[in-house]
């Protein structure tokens, strides 16, 4: 689906370079973290873990059987990122944007609303990965991971329990029967 493939792009575009930015610049991003009102008792941890985790989230978004627990990663990080915005602008006094790249030239305000698209562009990638997830439900081609449950598999253990219960289908409708008793 093209639409879902765009969406996977963009993030993957997004936390790539959001990432590599940070780590280019390694130090002035841990500087910036630790000016944060909110960050700074965790600075070390939060400037190896961010870029970390944006690109682990990029490359499962590369994949199709993990782009679904890829895009409900992106869609918290972005929410996440989002929360953090709101929560500087509402409660510092000199908020210090730590993105790097072409992300750090935006004002806090169009920040947000850049990362608000992306939370839109999460929800729709989420919906159309659930959406094409039960349409390729009857073809070889599942982003789920083997073994969990889906529409199709649902659909074909309801037979084998039938059966271990003695109960057979009733061939004048879909009604099922015990073995003893007569349509």
Known sequence: MLLIDAIRYLFILLFLYAAFSKVWDFQKFKVQLGQSPILSDFTLLVTLCIPAIEILIAIGLAFR??????????????IMFSLYIIVILKFSDRPVCHCGGVLEQMQWSEHLWFNVGFVGLGIAGLWLGFYRRFRDAGTSRHLEPQGEISCLGIVQEIPRRCASLRMTGCVKDDRFRHDDEVC
Do not use: D, E, I, V
């Open 65 to 78: 059987q993990t782009l679904l627990p890829a895009l409900w990663a992106s869609y918290g990080l972005m």
